[in-house]
């Protein structure tokens, strides 16, 4: 009796074991799968959670969208940040200059022509100066950012050219093209884009192949440093008692109408 419980003892125990592995051995893989899962889970949840922000970001620095405001839509409330100018600027007579010389407020823009900021604004300023209808006007200054834009320079020459050759207005509708067409990275085709505006070709391969504005173009560069602008596009509001504000980036138009609006009031 005592001998056959002896035998059948390590018999019950090894079997015991066995059924105790198996049972532990199940516990911990639907452990690890319950940490898997629910690690997953959070994981996923980090990631959504990323991808939402990063598209945010996206969409601020889509120029396209930086503009997506509706002009008509007065209950926007645009909270523009501004300073002072490192140093004022100085207005010049041979300054590109779009509106009335004796308006109230005169905005100086540090642009860059291959810059998509840049781009975005512009067509942004145009509207502000047809709609405040001789109370504003807009000073237009070259800042090449060469490292990022190689073909600014070349661009802005362009550009300068076009005034020489055929005056104020001829600049002005040169930009808005060079701006919206976004593709003018040669000599010859800044030629072919002055041709549409029925600009002297030969003169203005002339004036082109001399570099002479490359001294004119760093030298507003030089200047935008001065006053303290450090990207593109960076503006300075003169207000009608000569105080200056500085302001950077692609502004909707109710940023700039607040903006200005609360200058004329004063």
């Given at each position: ?242 105080q200056q504000i500085t302001f950077s980036g ?17």
């Open positions: 009796m005592n001998s056959t419980q002896n035998s059948q003892s390590p018999k019950m125990t090894l079997t015991t074991a066995v059924r105790i592995g198996f049972a532990g051995g199940f516990l911990f893989t639907i452990s690890i799968m319950f940490f898997v899962t629910v690690s997953m889970l959070f994981t996923g949840y980090r990631i959504v959670k990323t991808d939402i922000t990063l598209d945010a970001l996206a969409v601020v620095q889509d120029p396209t969208q930086l503009n997506a405001v509706d002009d008509t839509d007065t209950d926007v409330d645009v909270d523009l940040p501004t300073k002072a100018p490192k140093a004022p600027v100085e207005l010049t007579d041979t300054d590109h200059r779009l509106g009335p010389s004796n308006a109230p407020v005169t905005i100086v823009e540090y642009s860059d022509l291959e810059c998509p900021f840049c781009k975005s604004f512009h067509p942004i300023m145009e509207a502000v100066v047809e709609q405040y209808n001789g109370k504003v006007s807009w000073v237009y200054r070259h800042f090449p950012l060469k490292g990022s834009h190689p073909n600014a320079v070349l661009r802005a020459q362009g550009a300068e050219c076009v005034a020489e050759v055929a005056g104020n207005d001829a600049f002005w509708a040169y930009l808005s093209d060079l701006f919206e067409q976004d593709s003018h990275d040669t000599a010859d085709a800044l030629q072919d884009l002055a041709a549409e505006h029925d600009v002297d070709t030969v003169a203005f391969r002339e004036c082109l192949d001399s570099e002479k504005y490359i001294e004119l173009v760093d030298s507003q560069f030089e200047d935008g440093l001065r006053v303290g602008v450090s990207g593109t596009p960076t503006s300075i509001l003169i207000a009608p008692d000569g692609a502004v909707p138009i109710n940023g700039m109408m607040k903006l200005i609006d609360s200058v004329l009031e004063e």
